[in-house]
């Protein structure tokens, strides 16, 4: 199993490559990598789609989503009961997702947020615990939500 999951599309490989060579390499953590791995045109909802699916059958516990955006990535990711995707776009956002919302997706937009800056959300994001309490039941209230 791997610790952690993580996929792109086409507006975010390059991003993904050095995420993937930063966890691995100077994290040590096993991280199963779903690509995309070239620039050629790819649509996000299925590479959203066969990480949440991989989370779902509890092959990993967290994942990681990016895109041009992360916009499209999230709304695909959130269409899927039991997943909580946020898209964040510095360390507060990245730190609230964990400690508020227990997020088991970070999403991150390649083509808005560098690799440093990147790299310094996730390493908050993997270490911040949820806090519980009322946020647990605003949560389990969001797995109620059903059809419009
Ligand atoms: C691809 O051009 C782009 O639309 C995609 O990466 C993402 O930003 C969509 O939300």
């Known amino acids: 199993m791997s610790q952690l999951l993580i996929a792109c599309d086409h507006g975010a490989w390059s991003l993904k490559d050095e995420l993937v060579k930063h966890l691995r390499d100077k994290r ?15 649509d996000y909802p299925a ?13 990993a516990q967290r994942g990681i989503l990016l895109c041009g955006t992360g916009l499209g990535m999230s709304m695909a990711a959130n269409r899927f009961k039991g997943i909580r995707a946020a898209l964040c776009h510095d360390e507060f956002t990245a730190r609230m997702s964990r400690q508020h919302n227990d997020a088991n997706v970070l999403v991150i937009g390649g083509r808005v947020t560098g690799p440093g800056l990147a790299i310094a959300m996730i390493d908050v994001w993997l270490a911040e615990p949820f806090e519980g309490g009322r946020h647990q039941r605003r949560i389990d209230a969001l797995d109620t939500l059903g059809p419009i």
């Open 28 to 42: 040590g953590l096993e991280v199963g990598d779903l690509g995309v791995n070239g620039p050629d045109s790819v």
């Open 47 to 59: 590479f959203a789609a066969e990480l949440c699916r991989r989370i779902g059958r509890g092959e």
